[in-house]
């Protein structure tokens, strides 16, 4: 902060100063201080009496902005309410070591302008205006520019040496995750509390899993995203009405869910320079191929495959394809498949989703007239899906996760091999967000299911080793079940005769 003492009344023939003094950080306590010791016999030799000192503390010389006591003194300077005439400075670094060396020069001009003289007290050249000390002190005034480029060149690559492997350099550890100290044998020493810092240079920081209600907060935010559908806004007002807090005791946010959602450290990667903010200067986002990375670094407390789902999720969502993006890729589709249909459209990698189509266009029906294609099935069976939701309530079911083996399977279809994998591998890679429909075991057991829709989206979970599956569950008729089932069954696919007379001798039955 700076601080400002007070001139002295007496009167006095000797030429009356102001001293600048300027520590760069708060480890440099003793900086002034030696600062002031030289300036202070500088002017004794020369009977110079200081009468008024500005100090800015833990200040950066790298742009004026913040060095309020620099700021302070200029300003008195200019209005011509200082009450001296000679600024004594230690050297010419201490006015700043802007990368614009003119940008010293002109703070040096103003002073010089007004009649204000400025001394360097421990420089070895006498600053008389003369072209010799001119020269030197621009070569001085670049030389203090370049020391910084230097220095922010040597931290970052001293940065980047312990980045890679694995250390932490600097910031929070974020819900779930702590910061441990290691010694200089890489031995865990304590875990730091927030606030906290090491305390000798050869300490290392890394990440370390941290309270076990914290972990699987944040292996909920994962399920709900990925299995539920649910966005962060849902989620951090979920979490807030369960009156769950984050690890600083605050509630949730959009930011703070998709920081969990997105940020590697919680699968155990360390990644910075993802950012930067070089000599002061603009906040850039750098390239992916600049990151400093060291993959594998902690204790991961996410599945990296979940990670990469979500990230695959985010990407998606983010991109906006125009109207003649998303018919093309529509036409593109119908042409690769023979076909076109709403899971035909969910389950295909690149395209956007049928809804995304309905919503855009009015109806998917109106999509495809507008790429000339004419589905060749029935679509009545949306008007009788739409009438059993409203009969049932499932529009408003909450979504559940339900295990695999509670779920029994009636009138199970085939597929071919090309149509079962499908599903798999788009769940593998970008997760599902429609959930199967299940109706209670009319058994009467709590924990059965027996399954309404969704049969291929329950098998993908299978195939890729998941144990759970996220469900609507409805109250339905075993008639109900099997008309539900049955109209699903007849719409997805062309059907010989054959079959179509077993699935209506089913509901005849």
Not at 36 to 52: H, L, P
Not at 73 to 97: C, H, K, P, Q
Not at 139 to 152: F, N, P, T, W
Request: aromatic share 6%; hydrophobic share 35%.
């Amino acid at each position: 902060m700076a601080r400002a003492s007070r001139p002295s009344s007496e009167r006095t023939d000797r030429l009356l100063a102001a001293d600048d003094v300027r520590m760069s950080t708060e480890h440099q306590q003793y900086s002034t201080r030696n600062q002031a010791q030289t300036i202070r016999d500088y002017a004794k030799r020369r009977g110079i009496r200081i009468v008024r000192t500005y100090s800015d503390g833990a200040k950066s010389g790298l742009v004026i902005g913040g060095r309020m006591a620099l700021q302070q003194m200029i300003a008195n300077v200019d209005s011509g309410a200082a009450e001296f005439s000679v600024i004594l400075v230690y050297d010419v670094t201490r006015w700043g070591r802007f990368q614009d060396a003119d940008e010293s020069a002109y703070d040096e001009y103003r002073c010089r302008k007004v009649g204000m003289q400025v001394a360097y007290c421990a420089e070895l050249f006498e600053d008389d205006g003369l072209p010799t000390s001119t020269i030197v002190k621009s070569v001085k005034r670049a030389m203090a520019g370049e020391y910084s480029r230097e220095l922010s060149v040597k931290v970052f690559a001293g940065q980047c040496c312990l980045i890679e492997p694995g250390y932490r350099q600097g910031g929070t550890a974020g819900v779930g995750l702590r910061r441990a100290l290691l010694n200089d044998r890489g031995e865990v020493k304590t875990e730091l509390n927030r606030g906290e810092h090491k305390s000798l240079q050869t300490d290392r920081v890394v990440l370390v899993p941290g309270p076990d209600d914290e972990v699987r907060t944040v292996r909920r935010i994962y399920d709900r995203f990925l299995m539920l559908g649910r966005i962060e806004d849902e989620i951090a007002a979920e979490f807030n009405a369960r009156g769950i807090l984050t690890d600083l005791g605050r509630a949730w946010t959009r930011a703070t869910v998709r920081q969990i959602l997105t940020n590697e450290k919680y699968i155990g990667n360390n990644v910075c320079n993802r950012r930067s903010v070089k000599l002061r200067r603009k906040r850039v986002a750098n390239a992916p191929d600049i990151w400093i990375r060291a993959d594998g670094a902690f204790e991961a407390i996410v599945d990296p495959r979940r990670f990469r789902q979500v990230q695959a999720v985010v990407a998606a969502r983010n991109r906006r394809f125009s109207d003649e993006e998303m018919l093309e890729r529509l036409t593109r589709l119908f042409q690769r498949h023979g076909d076109i249909s709403g899971p035909v459209i969910d389950e295909a990698e690149g395209t956007p989703s049928s809804g995304a189509y309905a919503h855009r266009f009015g109806s998917l029906l109106r999509a495809y007239s507008l790429v000339g294609v004419t589905p060749d099935r029935d679509y009545r069976y949306i008007e009788a899906n739409r009438l059993l939701r409203q009969m049932h309530g499932e529009a408003g079911t909450e979504v559940q996760i339900v295990p695999i083996a509670a779920i029994t399977v009636e009138n199970p279809r085939e597929r071919s091999e090309k149509t079962f994998r499908a599903p798999v591998d788009s769940i593998g890679k970008v997760g599902r967000k429609k959930p199967i429909t299940l109706a209670q075991d009319d058994a009467g057991a709590a924990d059965g299911y027996r399954l309404v829709c969704g049969q291929g989206r329950m098998e993908a979970y299978i195939a890729l080793g998941e144990t759970h599956v996220p469900a609507s569950v409805v109250d339905a008729t075993e008639v109900e079940r099997l008309l539900r089932s049955v109209i699903e069954k007849i719409a997805r696919r062309q059907q010989r005769p054959l079959e179509l007379r077993e699935d209506v001798a089913i509901l005849r039955d």
